[in-house]
């Protein structure tokens, strides 16, 4: 994916009202309050950075770390 449609796709989901995983979620939150909570401390801190800083980063890794732990326990 081109980092431009990456950006997109961040900034399309912080003004969403629905995070990754279905649920509502407040705007210019990046995810839901149950999403959030489950990312490590290091990846919910990364959240609060700008785009020009590094958030598109942090927001991509932690929709990918919320994926894994999804499928991790729906193979449970």
Do not use: I, N
């Not at 994916?1 to 705007?27: I, N, P, R, Y």
């Not at 990312?39 to 929709?63: I, M």
Request: hydrophobic residues 25%; proline residues 1%.
């Amino acid at each position: 994916m081109s980092d431009h449609s990456l950006e997109t796709e961040a900034w399309d989901q912080l003004f969403s009202t629905q995070c990754e995983c279905g649920s509502t979620k407040v705007k210019k939150q990046s995810f839901c309050r149950r999403c959030y909570f489950s990312l490590p401390r290091e990846l919910q801190q990364a959240l609060y950075r700008s785009f020009s800083e590094g958030y598109v980063e942090a927001w991509s890794e932690a929709r990918d770390y919320l994926k894994e732990e999804r499928t991790a326990r729906s193979h449970r």
